[in-house]
C-alpha cells in the first residue's frame, strides 16, 4: 500500500523504469492520454497465488492486481476540481517453473476513470464545466530468453468544448486507440550473481 506521488499501474508501457525501456522514448499513448505522469494518490498492489522456484529466486505471482484512487491533476499539482479519478490493473501470468517455455507469459487489462475540467475555446480558456477522462487497455508479454514480444492495445475517451460562449458550449468527446508492439532477440550469455548462496533444500549445487 503506497500513498503519495507515484507512477500510475497502467498497462505495460506507463510503469516501466528506464532501464527496462527497449527505446530512449516513451510510447505516443503514454503522453498524449497524459499517462506518462506521478500522480498523488492511495494504490493498493500485490498478487495472489504466487510461484516460487527457490532454485533460480524466481517468484511470481498468478493474479497480480492494483488499484487506487488518484487525484488526476499530475506532479506537484493541486487537484483543480473535487473529483477523485480511480485506476486498477489486473494480470495474469501463467503457472510455470524458470525453465518452461511458457514462463512469463501475462495477459493484463488496466482502466483509468476520471473527470476533467472542460474549456471553452475563447481567448480566456474560460471553464464550461467537468466531463469525462476514460482510458481502457489490454495488454500481452512474453519475455523467455532470448526472445520477448509485448503488444499493447489503448482506447481512451475524453470530454471537450469547442464553443466561444458558455450558454453554447458545444459539449462533444475525442476517441483515440493505439497499438504498441515490441519484439526482442537477444545475444550473449546469462549469468546467476551468487549461486550459491540462493536457497535450496538439498544438498545439489552445480559446478
Do not use: C, M
Amino acid at each position: 500500500l503506497t500513498l503519495g506521488q507515484q507512477l500510475l499501474p497502467f498497462g505495460l508501457e506507463v510503469p516501466a523504469t528506464e532501464e527496462l525501456k527497449p527505446v530512449i522514448r516513451n510510447a505516443q499513448f503514454t503522453t498524449k492520454l497524459n499517462l506518462a505522469r506521478r500522480d498523488v494518490g492511495l494504490i493498493v498492489r500485490g498478487d495472489l497465488f504466487p510461484l516460487v522456484d527457490f532454485g533460480y529466486n524466481y517468484r511470481v505471482g498468478t493474479i497480480q492486481y492494483a488499484v487506487g484512487v488518484v487525484n488526476g491533476a499530475g506532479p506537484n499539482i493541486q487537484d483543480d476540481n473535487n473529483v477523485r479519478d480511480v485506476i486498477a490493473r489486473v494480470a495474469f501470468t501463467v503457472p510455470s517453473d524458470f525453465h518452461s517455455w511458457l514462463r512469463q507469459i501475462t495477459l493484463g487489462a488496466s482502466g483509468y476513470f476520471g473527470s476533467q475540467n472542460t474549456f471553452l475555446t475563447d481567448t480566456a480558456k474560460t471553464i464550461s464545466g467537468r466531463g469525462i477522462k476514460r482510458r481502457l487497455g489490454v495488454d500481452f508479454y512474453y519475455n523467455h530468453w532470448p526472445f520477448g514480444i509485448t503488444y499493447e492495445f489503448i482506447r481512451g475517451r475524453d470530454a471537450v468544448t469547442t464553443g466561444t460562449a458558455l450558454d453554447d458550449p458545444q459539449r462533444s468527446h475525442i476517441d483515440s486507440e493505439s497499438h504498441t508492439a515490441t519484439v526482442f532477440l537477444s545475444f550473449g550469455e546469462q549469468f546467476v550473481s551468487g549461486f550459491r548462496n540462493q536457497g535450496k533444500y538439498d544438498d545439489w549445487w552445480p559446478d
